[in-house]
């Protein structure tokens, strides 16, 4: 049988880990948030580039 001081070294760093980390769904909610911001972005540009005119020299970044 293990003493109670034991079982409580064991438990005690699980908790804290589990206390402190993010849920799943607020880590699927933060990366969705961001893909869809790199969406928009990526969207915007191609519609940019849709929009520029044949022959414009493309500038470099």
């Known amino acids: 049988m293990r003493s109670p001081l034991v079982t409580c070294g064991l438990m005690l760093p699980l908790l804290l880990m589990a206390g402190c980390g993010q849920d799943f769904d607020s880590q699927y ?18 519609a ?7 022959g414009e020299n493309i500038k470099s970044k």
């Open 29 to 46: 909610a933060e990366t969705e948030r961001k893909v869809k911001a790199a969406e928009a972005k990526i969207d915007a540009e191609m």
């Open 48 to 54: 940019k580039e849709a929009r520029r005119e044949p």
